[in-house]
């Protein structure tokens, strides 16, 4: 920590959050990016990671954040669309075409753009990690037409953005914090959630959620911060470091998160989970439209949208 009696001291270590367990590709990517600003500093700078959520849920961390209490935080950029208006886009169902699609726009000119976007609200946007895509599992039935999902109650990220698209789909959505919905599926509190197969596996959601269905509605990057608050307090020097090492963990993750999908994957076929995969997006696509016209709220947020669809 930057803050109090550690400031005084030439070595820094730096906390950082991550709602994941260890092992996960985010919290290994941000170890990485650790090791590298360690040696790089020779130990002038350091990051401590505390996952498995040590820290609090992800809206917590990021007030936490934002009032320089946390020095780093690995979050998804779902839990920021109500924060950082600019973040709602990348998060918009289908946006993106591909991974290759997503990579080429969050590695270039709008990627860097929205990682200014940040700053305004007290944070440093270092940069953006893999997420695969946010798919329906529920522990009621196999979904295979956006007609199933009718009436159905899931849980999503606490953003205006994910409650929006269930509820264009005609499903009914309940905001609640990661750590609750292990116990929200087993007691029936909600049918099901959504996410990627490393985050459905890790959370060990697979146990009580029988049904995971490719429809692939979102690839909401992932996202690391840091306080502004604490980045003020450090030279050019440090900042020089800390951007680079970050971006220089981008490519790790990348190559963990292959693995890790596969490797959760087979784990959840393996328990006997029920995998929809040939299912029609096109009435999902379609749903969408009320949902990009509600986000699109300034011409340079349209101009977003647009230019994020233009890139190849
Ligand atoms: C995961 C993401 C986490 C968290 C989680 C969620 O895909 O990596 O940061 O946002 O989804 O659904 O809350």
């Given amino acids: ?29 941000v170890k990485y990016m650790g090791e590298l600003l360690k040696e790089r500093t020779k130990g002038h700078l350091s990051i ?31 839990p920021f669309n109500g924060i950082v208006p600019e973040t709602a886009i990348p998060s918009l169902p289908y946006i ?5 699609h997503m990579h080429h726009v969050m590695d270039g000119p709008i990627g860097e753009s929205i990682l200014k976007a940040f700053e305004p609200h007290g944070l440093v946007g270092l940069a953006f990690y893999d997420s695969g895509s946010r798919s329906f599992y529920n522990r009621i039935k196999p979904i295979k037409s956006i007609e199933d999902l009718k009436g ?41 959630a959504e996410n990627n197969w490393p985050s459905f596996e890790s959370s060990k959601h697979y146990e009580v959620a029988k049904y995971y269905t490719l429809d692939q509605h979102q690839s909401v990057p992932e996202v690391l911060v840091m306080s502004k608050i604490v980045w003020d307090k450090l030279s050019d020097d440090d ?5 680079q090492a970050a971006k220089d963990s981008v490519g790790k993750m990348r190559e963990l998160w292959e693995a890790a999908e596969a490797k ?28 990009y016209e509600k986000y699109a709220t300034t011409p340079a947020l349209k101009k977003l949208i647009a230019d994020i669809q233009a890139t190849q």
Avoid: C, W
């Fill in 264 to 291: 959760s994957k087979k784990i959840v076929e393996d328990a006997g989970v029920q995998v929809v995969s040939d299912i029609d997006k096109k009435p999902f696509i379609d749903a969408m439209k009320p949902v």
């Fill in 152 to 192: 159905m109650k899931f849980r999503v990220i606490q953003s205006d953005v994910f409650v929006d698209m269930v509820n264009a789909l005609g499903a009914n959505a309940t905001p609640m914090p990661y750590g609750e919905v292990y116990s929200a599926l087993q007691t029936g509190v909600i049918d099901g």
């Fill in 96 to 100: 993106f075409r591909s991974t290759e």
């Fill in 239 to 243: 900042h020089a470091a800390i951007r």
């Fill in 1 to 29: 920590m930057v803050a109090g009696a550690a400031a005084a001291a030439d070595n820094i270590v730096l906390r950082s959050s991550d709602t994941h367990p260890d092992g996960y590709p985010t919290v290994e990517a």
């Fill in 48 to 78: 401590d990671v505390y996952h498995s959520a040590q820290l609090g849920e992800e809206k917590d961390t990021i007030e936490q954040t934002q009032a320089g209490v946390l020095d780093l935080n690995r979050v998804s950029m779902g």
